[in-house]
T-cell receptor, first 109, second 112 residues
Framework: AQRVTQPEKLLSVFKGAPVELKCNYS??????LFWYVQYSRQRLQLLLR??SRESIKGFTADLNKGETSFHLKKPFAQEEDSAMYYC???????????FGTGTRLLVSP | GAGVSQSPRYKVAKRGQDVALRCDPI?????LFWYQQALGQGPEFLTY????????KSGLPSDRFFAERPEGSVSTLKIQRTQQEDSAVYLC??????????FGQGTRLTVV
């Protein structure tokens, strides 16, 4: 069955430190993976998707099929990066998204 | 409107009461999804519409949950005889059939 695992509920770093939010998935086919972000009092929004290979707000994520991972990385965290981050796996033709439980990133000054 | 709109934003229901949650998707979006997000959890899929057709309702937790989208635009999620375990944020999302799903602000349902 399709599954997304985010092992960390909370990740606390200082401003300027590197960040890595972990995501592992279980999927039998060729996955398309997303990272969604939810800032305080805002709606859930797409941060990036692996197929586009873009860097959004300094974040990148590389799909590692061998390790079945899609970790989100940023070399220098900013206070405005503080938010909830969800890794998500779409399947059955994008009809559903399977989400991880989310990681709260807290960036302190 | 510019984004997915959900109403009400907050709903307090007494146990046993029926509730109806509304979703206005982005104009022209064919696909509409409902998700349930319990406290401390990620969103979990409830049901999916393509236009007015409900193509997948495998995530609905019980027959007390019912969703409709009669004209292929606005959708309503109805919960009958609410129970405390129904307390959650209910999220609606829409897209043009593939790719990025755009989410509403959600309705926070509290059953007391």
């Amino acid at each position: 069955a399709q599954r997304v695992t985010q092992p960390e509920k909370l990740l606390s770093v200082f401003k300027g430190a590197p960040v890595e939010l972990k995501c592992n998935y279980s999927y039998s086919g060729s996955p398309e993976l997303f990272w969604y972000v939810q800032y305080s009092r805002q709606r859930l929004q797409l941060l990036l998707r692996h197929i586009s290979r873009e860097s959004i707000k300094g974040f990148t994520a590389d799909l590692n099929k061998g390790e079945t991972s899609f970790h989100l990385k940023k070399p220098f965290a900013q206070e405005e990066d503080s938010a909830m981050y969800y890794c998500a796996l779409p399947y059955t033709g994008f009809q559903k998204l399977v989400f991880g439980t989310g990681t709260r990133l807290l960036v302190s000054p | 409107g510019a984004g997915v709109s959900q109403s009400p934003r907050y709903k307090v229901a007494k146990r046993g009461q029926d509730v109806a949650l509304r979703c206005d998707p982005i104009s022209g979006h064919v696909s509409l999804f409902w998700y349930q997000q319990a406290l401390g959890q990620g969103p979990e899929f409830l049901t999916y519409f393509q236009n007015e057709a409900q193509l997948d309702k495998s995530g609905l937790p019980s027959d007390r949950f019912f969703a409709e989208r009669p004209e292929g635009s606005v959708s309503t999620l109805k919960i009958q005889r609410t129970q405390q375990e129904d307390s959650a944020v209910y999220l609606c999302a829409s897209n043009q059939g593939a790719g990025e799903a755009f989410f509403g602000q959600g309705t926070r349902l509290t059953v007391v």
